[in-house]
């Protein structure tokens, strides 16, 4: 922004400024009175940087300052004045008025007041005096078009920071509401393998570790591979195994193109998640079926999963509304997000597709 500024002043000053002063005709300034010329001049630079710097950033700024930037703007206005008072004064030549002939001496009549021609001293001050005013308002317009430009980029750069500065927040919040449940779930599992003294609990700590230590390294990235995001959700997927029966189906498919595939951590953790919690029966056939598939810059992920009795219409769905919210942020109008009945009664399906076009 301030190279931009810099810029835009040396062709104000180098270009606009001499080129207006070249193509006006006040040329005849120089010669006139050039110690006149040289101070107007002057004096338009001083009044192109006083309304830029000074006087624009006052007036246009709601704050207890504005009132300077009106006093100076007037003090600016009475200088001008004191220009166009100057009394420097155009000859007749020059302006395409040329003076009447005298008349012939054999038709000589004596002179009529009507004859007069106008006083040329006033009427070359008053166009002088149009011409100072001219050139004043001229520049005062462009510096105040170049300051609403300035003004409204600065609001669109304020606003767009604003904008980011939401969307981490709102990411931050719904990374802090998928970590504590999915903690809280999975030390569950944990617990119930302790309490039945069951030899999967040492597989289950270890698999319990290395998610921890995989949430904790990636929490704060913005992006992971897609191979570590896979190895994640293999190990949570083991992990509920552990607490499983041969009455449960869990299945977890994948293929990739690309092992270094970019997306953000824990996106699929929430969908996986409620697969487990409303998907399981702990005595009656369930199944859980997750698949997922990256193929250039498109990923699919499903979850097919059974309904338990259990849960039926006790899910609140914040938690997929959590995570739609952080699809709205992470990749606006780039997924498809399906939430809902699968085919045959007592079955749920989610269905995300991701149109990363740089993957």
């Given at each position: 922004?301030?190279?931009?500024?810099?810029?835009?002043?040396?062709?104000?000053?180098?270009?606009?400024?001499?080129?207006?002063?070249?193509?006006?005709?006040?040329?005849?300034?120089?010669?006139?009175?050039?110690?006149?010329?040289?101070?107007?001049?002057?004096?338009?630079?001083?009044?192109?940087?006083?309304?830029?710097?000074?006087?624009?950033p006052r007036v246009l700024m709601p704050h207890s300052r504005r009132m300077r930037g009106l006093m100076v703007m007037a003090l600016s206005v009475i200088g001008t004045l004191v220009f166009a008072s100057y009394p420097i004064h155009t000859p007749w030549e020059g302006h395409g008025r040329p003076r009447p002939l005298p008349p012939p001496a054999?038709?000589?009549?004596?002179?009529?007041?009507?004859?007069?021609?106008?006083?040329?001293?006033?009427?070359?001050?008053?166009?002088?005096?149009?011409?100072?005013?001219?050139?004043?308002?001229?520049?005062?317009?462009?510096?105040?078009?170049?300051?609403?430009?300035?003004?409204?980029?600065?609001?669109?750069?304020?606003?767009?920071?604003?904008?980011?500065?939401?969307?981490?927040?709102?990411?931050?919040?719904?990374?802090?509401?998928?970590?504590?449940?999915?903690?809280?779930?999975?030390?569950?599992?944990?617990?119930?393998?302790?309490?039945?003294?069951?030899?999967?609990?040492?597989?289950?700590?270890?698999?319990?570790?290395?998610?921890?230590?995989?949430?904790?390294?990636?929490?704060?990235?913005?992006?992971?591979?897609?191979?570590?995001?896979?190895?994640?959700?293999?190990?949570?997927?083991?992990?509920?195994?552990?607490?499983?029966?041969?009455?449960?189906?869990?299945?977890?498919?994948?293929?990739?193109?690309?092992?270094?595939?970019?997306?953000?951590?824990?996106?699929?953790?929430?969908?996986?998640?409620?697969?487990?919690?409303?998907?399981?029966?702990?005595?009656?056939?369930?199944?859980?079926?997750?698949?997922?598939?990256?193929?250039?810059?498109?990923?699919?992920?499903?979850?097919?999963?059974?309904?338990?009795?259990?849960?039926?219409?006790?899910?609140?769905?914040?938690?997929?509304?959590?995570?739609?919210?952080?699809?709205?942020?992470?990749?606006?109008?780039?997924?498809?997000?399906?939430?809902?009945?699968?085919?045959?009664?007592?079955?749920?399906?989610?269905?995300?597709?991701?149109?990363?076009?740089?993957?």
């Open positions: 922004m301030k190279s931009y500024s810099l810029y835009t002043d040396l062709v104000i000053c180098g270009l606009a400024l001499p080129l207006m002063l070249y193509l006006f005709p006040i040329e005849r300034w120089w010669g006139l009175n050039p110690v006149f010329f040289l101070l107007f001049v002057g004096w338009l630079y001083l009044t192109y940087f006083g309304y830029k710097y000074y006087i624009l054999w038709n000589m009549a004596p002179p009529s007041p009507h004859d007069d021609i106008p006083d040329l001293p006033e009427w070359g001050m008053r166009l002088n005096q149009q011409a100072v005013w001219l050139y004043y308002i001229i520049v005062v317009m462009l510096c105040f078009g170049l300051g609403m430009e300035h003004r409204a980029s600065c609001l669109r750069m304020q606003s767009d920071r604003l904008e980011n500065e939401r969307n981490q927040a709102e990411l931050a919040l719904y990374k802090a509401q998928i970590n504590p449940h999915f903690l809280f779930n999975t030390l569950n599992t944990i617990y119930g393998l302790l309490i039945s003294r069951s030899e999967k609990a040492t597989t289950a700590l270890e698999y319990f570790i290395g998610i921890v230590r995989y949430m904790y390294q990636n929490a704060h990235r913005e992006m992971v591979t897609l191979s570590e995001e896979i190895a994640y959700l293999r190990h949570y997927t083991e992990l509920q195994k552990l607490r499983t029966t041969d009455v449960h189906d869990i299945s977890f498919t994948y293929h990739t193109d690309n092992s270094a595939y970019a997306l953000p951590p824990m996106l699929l953790t929430t969908f996986v998640e409620n697969a487990f919690k409303y998907g399981l029966s702990a005595d009656c056939p369930s199944f859980v079926h997750m698949s997922l598939v990256q193929h250039g810059g498109e990923l699919h992920f499903s979850v097919t999963n059974s309904i338990a009795r259990s849960h039926t219409g006790n899910s609140s769905g914040k938690g997929i509304e959590n995570c739609r919210q952080r699809l709205n942020l992470l990749y606006p109008g780039r997924f498809d997000l399906y939430t809902g009945p699968g085919d045959g009664d007592g079955v749920y399906n989610v269905s995300l597709n991701l149109h990363n076009p740089t993957p």
